[in-house]
């Protein structure tokens, strides 16, 4: 572990950063809402921008995009104009889009507002991270998988908010869509779709696990993607969610399997629960990546094999015999053990 | 009667067939009848006011009955729906229309699965733009597990290790000015509880003995954190607690004479308690900043210390395991003390430079350090009455410390070609150190005979991987998506040989939408290979080598297809292809140094088909139909041949078939109810252990409520 001196000069190291940052500041003042909007290249977030001048405000838009206009009004994004921390700035329309005055003027000529429909999926990210981006969530969205990918915030959100469809008729076991008469996450998180259907309208083949005998309960909507997926990327792999400070997402709700033991399991922690896991659902029973317990276990401790801290399996567990066939009869405290090396007791 | 029943496969398959006749005759009724039916006058919406809030709710209340035929512990392990009331899918939505809310913008209850289902959730989103956001979310799953094919030494009637609990959890949390960008609040409580009797395994005297354990596990998460803006930069900091205790406790239901049957042991009582009780502590810092718009820079910094301690204090009486029927054992008491610790201390930061409006370069550097240090003392004392006394007493003590150090960088450049084309490429380089130290130390007490051995354990394992990442975007037409991207290289393998190591994973994904239709395709390849380290002095035969390898196989599409506004079908099929070859060294009675070296594998060949279907073919009628199967055929025609000297090998699957029709015909019968009929069937079959199988029948009725805006639109 670190010593108490290296947090100090880590902490240092991260103040020096902000003095840097600081320094910088006066220099690049690219700081959002100071920046000349420029339609044809880039797209410039307009939120701290000062109104007056060529904003002409929200109402003036309604008029021809009276659709938008009246799905956006109940959202939180056109919200923002009543909050006293943004009564300056520009909100509503003009924030993503810019100022419209010479739109207004010109209906018909398209370099005169910025439109997000000829855009790429980054460049529409851009636009939403001069925002949103703040967040620990979200700060690392541009070097997640789905940035990597080329999977922007429209693919999942729509920021005018959602037009619903009409409720249909669905499954009694499976809650169905947001819908207009059925209200969900997806109402008021701006999603296209609810969890996990707009999840798996890209991951397809995870709907087939999460149908499988031992599954978590996400298609009965106890659990949604988002309760261990990071979908604005994230440092971890798969853009998982980190639980308790920097332990797996696994520990948040198997709380007794955290540890830390006296002696640890040792792939509990350094490899993840999904070592001997698969976690979206399996037909083995406790999700386990094997049918039966010892294929497990032997797999792993191999006398022909020289892992780190994993033994071969002693001689005397004759396998031929029945009772050696079932590792956990004996060693129960698998994930670890305060009292037993061996985890023969919790 | 069962097995014979399950045996007419023939008979079965001709039912499965019949399904799909029967759904897809549904689906071409509805589609004729929805093509005929008029069109239906859309009304107006009517906003239903509560105050100065406009009402979108929804609740279904309904009950369900259950036939059951067949395995009731492997239904109930894999479904557990039981017979009785329910609430499902349920919701209100209150939203400012206009003007200020008072207590809330908008709130957002929903709510399903109490009452008979295993789980149920609750969920409560709210919020007051500028001054609160609140969202909570509480859980509960009735989980149940008790299947006599999984760890048990012979086939019991049930599980040794049953479990039969009810988890419950929840998470609060508390953003007070969630829109300010200079400061906002964040306060969040969490907690874990599980309840209920479950079952595990003890040792006495060379033999194993079902424990009845009373399981209590409670965790309990308090955090507290602020975000803002300062110089520029966004900045976070949180800091948070959990405190986590177990005071599950074992017993004994009966004397017992344990799993060994020509073992002479025997257990009369045992009690057992161990609490443990545990804090984590952390503090997570993180900054951001975008500069210019052309450097993106964040950094993240979390530190935690977990601690635990405990005590087990056990009591066992019996006899012991000596011939002919075992020496009375008047009392075998054990008392552990035992305490652990994990510091950890992680730092990420990421860095991303916009070259131009279409180049970017990202660095992500992961440093991940812990030490899990812990030991404790063990004190076993016995004694005997058998014509003499005999007392025993031992005492070990261990300690173990586990290192472990990682850092990670990834290096990657995504370019836009243009509006429908664009790529990335990089890098990842790991390296990881892990060092494992402690003693094993033994004090043995016989009639006042000290004797002490120590083993002293020191084990370090140093790797550095690399790893290639790339892909591409490509957009051949305006509503078609191709992404593909493929990952190759080494990843961290210290302690399972299953584990990624060389691998190469390939996925690519086509996704068309159009108006009424979206096509979606997946295939993913992911290829491991893992050569392990050879064990000094072990020499392995000509057939059998060192390498583990792992392919899967995914093929995946689905179609969503809403043909008019009163029909939509949505199908899809997933196959899965699993294969895992590994090396083993098999303890067997007989083998030249204990060992005879075979091999594992492990087979999947997962196909898995839905079609649902839902019309509505007049105003006041709709239905859905569903059918879903999960059918793995595992290692199809490869024996499993019983493990002895001359075949050391393990070759298993888990072939199975899974089946769920389901039904449902919604009646409109006023502006704001709907009575719902509907009907589930649950066909289990297990290929290898056919006592498994099981039927279940779940027919259903229910009401559900709609009240406010566009109830009467449905």
């Known amino acids: 572990m670190p010593s108490t001196k290296k947090i100090k000069i880590a902490f240092l190291t991260i103040f020096s950063f902000l003095i840097a940052g600081w320094a910088f500041s006066g220099n690049m003042t690219g700081v959002r809402g100071d920046t000349v909007v420029d339609a044809a290249t880039t797209v410039a977030p307009e939120a701290a921008a000062t109104p007056g001048g060529d904003y002409v405000g929200s109402e003036a838009c309604q008029a021809c995009h009276e659709d938008q206009f009246k799905n956006f009004t109940p959202t939180k994004h056109a919200k923002l104009k009543e909050v006293a921390s943004w009564k300056n700035k520009v909100v509503g329309c003009e924030s993503c889009h810019g100022p419209g005055k010479a739109h207004l003027e010109d209906a018909t000529d398209l370099t005169k507002i910025i439109s997000f429909k000829g855009m790429t999926s980054k460049q529409t990210s851009e636009s939403c991270l001069a925002c949103h981006s703040g967040k620990e969530s979200h700060n690392n969205f541009r070097r997640g998988e789905h940035w990597r990918n080329d999977v922007g915030c429209t693919d999942c959100h729509s920021p005018h908010g959602s037009p619903l469809k009409d409720t249909q008729a669905g499954s009694i076991t499976f809650p169905g869509e947001t819908s207009k008469q059925n209200a969900g996450i997806a109402t008021v998180a701006l999603l296209k779709q609810s969890e996990p259907q707009l999840c798996m309208s890209c991951h397809t083949e995870t709907k087939s696990q999460f149908s499988k005998p031992f599954h978590h309960k996400v298609m009965e909507g106890t659990m949604t993607c988002s309760s261990c997926h990071n979908a604005h990327g994230g440092f971890e792999a798969k853009q998982a969610k980190l639980a308790v400070g920097a332990d797996a997402s696994c520990v948040k709700c198997h709380s007794n399997k955290q540890g830390p033991f006296a002696f640890e399991h040792a792939p509990l922690k350094t490899e993840g629960c999904a070592a001997c896991h698969t976690p979206h659902g399996s ?21 022909i094999t020289d892992q780190i801290e994993t033994p071969g399996v002693p001689t005397f567990h004759n396998q031929t015999t029945v009772r050696y066939q079932n590792c956990t009869v004996c060693h129960t405290a698998i994930h670890g053990s305060n009292s037993s090396n061996r985890f023969l007791r919790p | 009667m069962e097995n014979a029943l399950y045996d007419n496969r023939g008979d079965r398959h001709s039912r499965i067939l019949t399904g799909l006749v029967a759904i897809a005759a549904i689906a071409l009724v509805a589609l004729g009848v929805a093509a005929q039916a008029p069109t239906p006058t859309p009304l107006p919406p009517t906003d239903v006011m509560f105050g100065s809030y406009k009402v979108t709710s929804s609740t279904e209340v309904g009950w369900r009955w259950r036939g059951l035929s067949g395995n009731e512990n492997k239904y109930r392990s894999d479904l557990n729906y039981k017979p009785g009331f329910r609430t499902f899918d349920s919701n209100l939505l209150l939203e400012r229309d206009s003007g200020k809310g008072k207590a809330f913008d908008s709130l957002l209850l929903s709510t399903s699965g109490w009452g008979s289902d295993p789980t149920g959730s609750t969920r409560l989103n709210m919020e007051k733009i500028g001054f609160y956001k609140f969202n909570a979310n509480i859980r509960r799953v009735n989980y149940f597990n008790n299947l006599y094919n999984f760890v048990n030494p012979v086939p019991f009637a049930s599980s040794e290790h049953f479990q039969d609990i009810r988890h419950t959890f929840g998470d609060l949390d508390l953003t007070i000015l969630p829109q300010n960008e200079v400061i906002k609040f964040t306060v969040g409580l969490s907690f874990n509880n599980v309840r209920g009797p479950a079952g595990t395994t003890d040792r006495f005297f060379s033999d194993e003995f079902p424990i009845n354990i009373s399981t209590k596990i409670n965790s309990t998460d308090l955090r507290v954190g602020a975000e803002g803006k300062l110089l520029g930069f966004d900045w976070g900091l949180s800091q948070g607690v959990r405190w986590f205790d177990d005071r599950s406790q074992g017993s004994l239901a009966a004397a017992s004479q344990g799993n060994n049957p020509t073992n002479q042991a025997r257990l009369d009582t045992f009690s057992r308690t161990y609490p443990i009780d545990g804090k984590a502590y952390y503090t997570q810092f993180h900054i951001h900043r975008t500069i210019a718009e052309r450097l993106d820079f964040t950094g993240r910094g979390i530190y935690s210390n977990t601690s635990s301690q405990s005590r087990l204090d056990q009591l066992m009486t019996g006899r012991d395991n000596t011939n002919p029927v075992g020496i009375l054992v008047t009392s075998d ?382």
């Not at chain 2, 067997?588 to 005879?596: D, E, H, K, L, R």
Request: hydrophobic letters at 35%.
């Open chain 1, 283 to 303: 037909s083995n029973a406790k999700m386990l990546t094997r049918s039966t317990v010892r294929q497990m276990c032997l797999e792993c401790h191999s006398a």
């Open chain 2, 333 to 714: 008491v054990i008392n552990i003390t035992s305490n652990a610790k994990r510091p950890q201390t992680r730092v990420d930061l990421g860095l991303t430079y916009m070259v131009t409006d279409k180049l970017r370069i990202s660095n992500t550097f992961t440093f991940d350090q812990f030490t899990v240090n812990g030991g404790n003392n063990f004190q076993e004392v016995w004694t005997k009455a058998s014509g003499s006394t005999l007392k025993s007493t031992t005492i070990t003590s261990a300690y173990r410390v586990n290192n472990f150090k990682r850092y990670l960088n990834t290096i990657e450049g995504d370019y836009q070609f243009n509006k429908t084309v664009a790529a990335h490429i990089g890098y990842r380089y790991s390296h990881r150190q892990i060092v494992d130290t402690g003693f094993d130390r033994t004090c043995t007490f016989t009639t006042g005979v000290c004797n002490t051995a120590t083993t002293l354990i020191n084990e370090t394992e140093t790797n550095s991987t690399n790893a290639l990442i790339a892909g591409m975007k490509i957009k051949p037409v305006k509503n078609w998506t191709v992404f593909w991207d493929i990952e190759h290289g080494q990843a961290d393998n210290v302690f399972t040989r299953l584990e990624n190591y060389r691998y190469t994973n390939f996925r690519v994904r086509s996704r068309v939408n159009l108006n009424e239709v979206s096509l979606n395709f997946s295939a993913i390849s992911k290829d491991n290979e893992n050569p392990s380290l050879p064990r000094a002095g072990v020499v392995l035969p000509g057939t059998v080598n060192y390498i583990t390898t792992v392919n899967n196989r995914f093929f995946s599409g689905d179609l969503d297809w809403s043909p008019m506004h009163n029909l939509s079908i949505n199908t899809g099929y997933t196959y899965h292809r699993l294969t895992s070859y590994t090396p083993i060294a098999v303890p067997i009675s007989g083998a030249p140094g204990g060992y005879a070296f075979g091999f594992s594998e492990y087979f999947m060949r997962d196909h898995y088909v839905f079609f649902d279907v839902s019309a509505r073919p007049t105003d006041r009628v709709s239905f859905y139909a569903s059918y879903r199967i999960s059918l793995d055929k595992g290692q199809g025609d490869i024996p499993s041949p019983v493990i002895s000297l001359a075949t050391p090998n393990l070759i298993t699957s888990y072939p199975m078939q899974m089946q769920s029709p389901e039904f449902r015909a919604v009646f409109k019968i006023s502006r704001n109810v709907d009575w719902n009929v509907g009907y589930q069937y649950y066909d289990y079959h297990d290929s290898q252990t056919r006592s498994m199988n099981y039927r279940s029948h779940l027919p259903y009725t229910s009401l559900r409520i709609y009240f406010g805006r566009d109830a009467a639109q449905r």
